[in-house]
Structure formats: structure tokens, C-alpha cells
């Protein structure tokens, strides 16, 4: 779920350098690919593609991205998140796979 992965994306690691705990973990650990947000309350998609997806995916539910994701997001329809790092996903292009995923998510399943 997008709670889920928010609480997640904020954790933080200790720095030893600065002796805080400061530095979130997920940043370390970002990758370039495609995000597939499931609005399940409303059966629709929304893919998107970039080259740090955590971040962009974080970005969509603080009010930062799409407007109508997080409008959706905060009236209390229930979201949940997939993504496919582009590295392991088999394709020559992130536009192809991105392509390639908005056609698979076309329809609510």
C-alpha cells in the first residue's frame, strides 16, 4: 500500500560521519524503471517511468506530481504500488517498457 511504502521510503539510517540519523535509506537503494500505481477504489492505472522511482513514486503522494493521483489519493481511494526496475526487465528502452506496461495496464483486471 502507498502507507505502506511512505513510512518505508522516510526511514532513516544512522550516518556514523555525522552521527545522525539523517540520511534516508531508500535513497541509497533507487533505481531507474517504471512505477504502475492501482487507484483500487476507482479500477484505473497510472505507469510512469523514471530514473529514480522510489522518489517519483514518494513525489506522486506528497503533492508533488500528478495532481490527480494525490487528489484521488487523499479523498481516500486506496492505492497500491508496483514497479520493475528497467536493469532486469529484459527491454532494450525504458520508452518501450513504459509503452509496453501502459498498454498491459489499460483496463482494470
Known amino acids: 500500500s502507498i502507507e505502506e511504502f511512505?513510512?518505508?521510503y522516510n526511514r532513516r539510517?544512522?550516518?556514523?560521519?555525522n552521527k545522525q540519523s539523517d540520511i534516508k535509506f531508500m535513497k541509497n537503494v533507487d533505481f531507474e524503471g517504471i512505477y504502475?500505481?492501482?487507484?483500487?477504489?476507482k479500477c484505473k492505472y497510472y505507469v510512469g517511468k523514471s530514473s529514480k522511482v522510489f522518489k517519483k513514486v514518494e513525489r506522486h503522494f506528497t503533492?508533488?506530481?500528478?495532481?490527480?493521483i494525490y487528489s484521488e489519493w487523499k479523498t481516500g481511494d486506496k492505492f497500491f504500488v508496483n514497479m520493475i526496475r528497467f536493469d532486469n526487465s529484459g527491454y532494450k528502452s525504458?520508452?518501450?517498457l513504459e509503452?509496453?506496461?501502459?498498454t498491459q495496464y489499460d483496463s482494470c483486471i
Open 63 to 68: 503533492g508533488f506530481g500528478n495532481d490527480e
Open 99 to 102: 509503452k509496453d506496461m501502459k
Open 6 to 8: 511512505l513510512e518505508m
Open 94 to 96: 525504458l520508452d518501450l
Open 36 to 41: 504502475i500505481l492501482h487507484n483500487k477504489s
Open 13 to 17: 539510517i544512522y550516518d556514523i560521519h
